[in-house]
T-cell receptor, first 110, second 117 residues
Framework: ETGVTQSPTHLIKTRGQQVTLRCSSQ?????VSWYQQALGQGPQFIFQ???????GRGNFPPRFSGLQFPNYSSELNVNALELDDSALYLC?????????FGPGTRLTVT | AQKITQTQPGMFVQEKEAVTLDCTYD???????LFWYKQPSSGEMIFLIY??????QNATEGRYSLNFQKARKSANLVISASQLGDSAMYFC??????????????FGQGTRLTINP
C-alpha cells in the first residue's frame, strides 16, 4: 500500500510569484486535506477536497486554491506569494475519518 | 469553534521513564474524535492514537495510551518506557465535522519532547 506522497520536498520562491504543490493520496482514499504549518506552530486547516469538490475551507484568502483529480490526487495553488506564506505545507488523505499525512513541502518565500 | 490547548511547550524526560503530555479541548459537539500525532524533525506527521468521544475505554497502541477524561475535557497522551527515538514534537488534534469528507483537524500548539539518555 503506497502512502501519501508530496512534491516537491523543498521550494524557494520570490514574493509575488505563484506556486503549485502536489499530493498523491493513499490508495483507496477519496478525501484530501491541506494544512499550513508555520514554524513553531500547529498545522492550520486550509481546505479539503472530497470527490473532486471543495468540501470545507479554513480562514485562508482566495489566493489559496486547489484541485482534486479523478484519481484523488490534489494540487494546492498559491498566487501572489507573501513572505508569511513561508511554511511547511502538509497534505493528508482519508477515506472515513482518520487522516494520513504526507512528508510535507517546505516553502520559503524571499 | 473547537479549540485544543497544550500547555507544555517543552518536556525533558529520562530514557525509560513514563511521560504524560497534556491536552485539553473545548467543543460543543457531542460527537468528536481526538488524535495524537508525532512530528520528528523531518516534518512528517505520524499518527499515534485515536479516541472517539463515545468510546468508553481509553485507547491504547503499544507504548502509547490516551487518558481520556470526558467530563474534564482532557485527552492526555501517556508514553510508557520512553526511548531516545521518542524525541519529537507531539500534537493533539480534534476532528471537527460529521460525515464522509466533511472533516478537518484542529491542532494544538504542540509539545516538544526530549528524551535524555
Amino acid at each position: 500500500e503506497t502512502g501519501v506522497t508530496q512534491s516537491p520536498t523543498h521550494l524557494i520562491k520570490t514574493r509575488g510569484q505563484q506556486v503549485t504543490l502536489r499530493c498523491s493520496s493513499q490508495s483507496g482514499h477519496n478525501t484530501v486535506s491541506w494544512y499550513q504549518q508555520a514554524l513553531g506552530q500547529g498545522p492550520q486547516f486550509i481546505f479539503q477536497y472530497y470527490r473532486e469538490e471543495e468540501n470545507g475551507r479554513g480562514n485562508f484568502p482566495p489566493r489559496f486554491s486547489g484541485l482534486q483529480f479523478p484519481n484523488y490526487s490534489s494540487e494546492l495553488n498559491v498566487n501572489a506569494l507573501e513572505l508569511d506564506d513561508s511554511a511547511l505545507y502538509l497534505c493528508a488523505s482519508s477515506f472515513d475519518g482518520e487522516q494520513y499525512f504526507g512528508p510535507g513541502t517546505r516553502l520559503t518565500v524571499t | 469553534a473547537q479549540k485544543i490547548t497544550q500547555t507544555q511547550p517543552g518536556m525533558f524526560v529520562q530514557e525509560k521513564e513514563a511521560v504524560t503530555l497534556d491536552c485539553t479541548y473545548d467543543t460543543s459537539d457531542q460527537s468528536y474524535g481526538l488524535f495524537w500525532y508525532k512530528q520528528p524533525s523531518s516534518g512528517e506527521m505520524i499518527f499515534l492514537i485515536y479516541q472517539g468521544s463515545y468510546d468508553e475505554q481509553n485507547a491504547t497502541e503499544g507504548r502509547y495510551s490516551l487518558n481520556f477524561q470526558k467530563a474534564r475535557k482532557s485527552a492526555n497522551l501517556v508514553i510508557s518506557a520512553s526511548q531516545l527515538g521518542d524525541s519529537a514534537m507531539y500534537f493533539c488534534a480534534m476532528r471537527e465535522g460529521q460525515g464522509q469528507g466533511a472533516q478537518k483537524l484542529v491542532f494544538g500548539q504542540g509539545t516538544r519532547l526530549t528524551i535524555n539518555p
